[in-house]
């Protein structure tokens, strides 16, 4: 299958709130521009940048990038071995891996990336700063302004320079449930391909489950609400120490139990959100493998799997990633499944999906193996 390029239409719709927003001082024409990309593009402007000015790309200072890889090391330690899973799947694409720190500072780079193409050594390294200040409105900035997946294409970026990339991305929250950074996939003059949104968002939650497991803790309850037996990526994860105090807890657990992200001397303990004694959290681990029911101080009920650290539990560097093929998976497969993610975020629209693609809805229907309409 051939992914055609974008429809020229997109590109003029973001020309056009180009020149409406950065040129003429208005408002983007309706559905011409995601809001958060005209926010982005106005605090550019406010900081005094120009669109057309040519963009540095600069590095930080060596003592700075020494504390910021010092500080970062956890988060690159969980997200090394999703990165190289990652890479695999995007290899056929021409995209590229970047993590960043919660500043937009550049830790990790991971895939192909054409390092004669001063456009990919430009972001591609590690110590370079991407942050909004310095180049603007991107994936990376917009991730950890946002903290929601999202993605950028072509002239949505603030610079003109940054016209060539196409780029998703989805912030990292670390166990204290703070923004530690972010994950962006990122490729040259290629085909637009929002669906990487998906992807860019389950690796970023791989990566935090990664990191929360690997962090010490006596009891690690896999959280889901009834009905849906726990047991997947899409868990929430929550880790108590000895005594019932919650060590860390990843963005699911957080959502589901409305938790607030910790702050510096006061921890939480599990009595503060489970109406039943936290023993018996523990106790729990003597039926391995069996959820229970467990009442909530909100009158909700979830059920939740009982560990203990190692027992019955997925390596946390491989969380909610399956071991990897014995060969690359043939590049039809990959182009099914990416096709399948866009009619999902779609609502079911072939017809959209078939927009956000860039191909016709015939073969929409034809990879998928669905009946014509």
Known sequence: MSLTAQPSDRLQRIEQAREMVLHQGGAPLDGGLSPWIAQSWQRCLHMGLEPGQRVGFEAVSAPHMRRVQEASRPLVQAARPV?????????D????????????IVVDVQGTVDRQDPRAQAIARVGVDLSEKSVGTTAISAALSELQPVWLHRGEHFFKDNGVYSCAGAPVFGPDGLCA???DLTGIETTERPALKHLVRRSARSIENSWLLSTPHALVLRLNWPGNQPG??????????ADGHIVGAN???RQMLALPPETRGHALHASDVFASPWENLFDATRHPGQAQEWPLWSGL????LALRPGAAEPPPSRQGFAAPPAAPRPLKDAQTEMIRAAVTQ?????????????ISRATVYRKLGLPKH
């Open 83 to 91: 990165l190289a899973d990652l890479a695999r799947a995007i290899a």
């Open 93 to 104: 694409i021409r995209y590229f891996a970047i993590l960043t720190n919660a500043e937009g």
């Open 181 to 183: 950074g972010m994950l």
């Open 232 to 241: 997947d990526d899409g868990d929430g994860l929550l880790t108590l120490d």
């Open 251 to 253: 963005p699911t657990a």
């Open 301 to 304: 009920r979830l059920q939740a």
């Open 346 to 358: 779609a609502r079911g629209n072939v017809a959209e999906a078939a927009r956000a693609l860039g």
